[in-house]
């Protein structure tokens, strides 16, 4: 059975092509056409054998398209792609004067169960493969005619629980025969696997690690966030400070302001106690409201009010940019809308 060719470093292409008979210099060859050039029909690779292409044919599974929304205000552009066994997931290019930027997804579906977030309804289905993580920032560079100059793992799924083939994706992307992208441009977000934290600390990589906060108290995170029933947020905590303190890179805390819920004025006093000892960065970002459920974004003013209770106590504080609020925005939901839509078995 031909591997996932997608999903090889550059050393196990070569090694694969010596094994198959081929000289190992075509292990090159078609990694650069993979990830140098982002070719993903064997039939354009026009310095290969016929039969070497055939057997590329059968180890490719390039996505489809099944929806794109783009957006009039800002030019968000968030696809809805099928995988080769049908199974739907979301990826977003952001354009922007300073570079542009992607969001992919780690998971088709989630098991984390966070109540504000529509990738989690219906449960998770699968990990996706290096190569399917990959596809999405090839494919969207392909139909924007745009470089990703950076990358968010923020979409659908928890990036920690498809840990393994996290890790290859990032050493896949990051290849200097490859796509070249800077790991520093890269950021990974999790709602916070204590032990994984820890193990990503290890590995040595640069990239920024973002953890999902949301909460200033385990009682109130217990509530958004099914994940703090298992680490309290000191646990939690502990793990981003041996993360920066192993890589040196400084954690964004990721907080999701839900009006009524975690954006009051004390919510904002207590999260800057909670904080101050560590050296971090808070990404303040108001909900886009999903229907499924019941919360909703608070206004302007209470959001600037929050900033700026963080900034008075030495917080080092942002609010995250809104792409995209003209279309299905909420991560998951353009995902969601879809499986709702699909027509059920008989």
């Not at 205000?73 to 199974?87: A, C, E, I, N």
């Not at 449960?123 to 969207?140: D, F, I, K």
């Amino acid at each position: 059975m031909d591997p996932d060719f997608l999903s090889l470093l550059p050393e196990e292409l070569t090694e694969y092509m010596k094994e198959a008979g081929y000289p190992a210099f075509r292990g090159k060859q078609v990694f650069e056409w993979l990830h140098k050039k982002q070719v993903m029909d064997p039939a354009e690779m026009t310095n290969l054998p016929k039969e070497l292409k055939e057997r590329l044919t059968a180890g490719l599974h390039p996505l489809e398209e099944l929806r794109r929304q783009t957006s009039s205000r800002d030019g968000t552009v968030k696809f809805l792609f099928s995988l080769y066994d049908g199974q739907a997931i979301e990826t977003v290019f952001m354009p922007s004067n300073y570079g542009h930027s992607l969001c992919i997804s780690s998971q088709a579906g989630c098991r984390m169960g966070c109540s504000f977030c529509a990738s989690t309804i219906g449960g998770l289905v699968r990990n996706l493969t290096p190569g399917e993580m990959l596809s999405q920032v090839y494919e969207a560079v392909r139909r924007t005619g745009k470089r990703v100059d950076s990358i968010v793992v923020m979409g659908t799924g928890e990036p920690l629980d498809n840990y393994e083939n996290l890790i290859r994706f990032l050493k896949l992307i990051s290849a200097p025969e490859g796509y070249q992208l800077s790991l520093r441009s890269i950021t990974v977000s999790s709602c916070g696997l204590v032990p994984k934290i820890r193990e990503l600390a290890e590995e040595g990589l640069p990239i920024t690690f973002a953890l999902s906060l949301h909460a200033s108290t385990d009682e109130e995170r217990q509530k958004l966030m099914p994940i703090a029933k298992r680490y309290t947020i000191r646990e939690t905590l502990d793990a981003c400070k041996y993360y920066f303190d192993r890589t040196h890179r400084r954690v964004t805390f990721e907080y999701s302001l839900v009006g009524g819920v975690n954006d009051s004025k004390a919510h904002a006093e207590r999260l800057s106690r909670l904080l101050k000892p560590m050296n971090g960065h808070v990404n303040l970002i108001p909900i886009n409201p999903i229907r499924e459920r019941d919360y909703q974004r608070g206004n302007d003013e209470s959001v600037h009010v929050f900033k700026n209770i963080l900034e008075k106590n030495g917080i080092n504080v942002t609010i995250r940019r809104s792409m995209g609020s003209d279309i299905d925005a909420a991560c998951g939901q353009l995902r969601l809308t879809a499986l709702k839509n699909s027509p059920k078995p008989e």
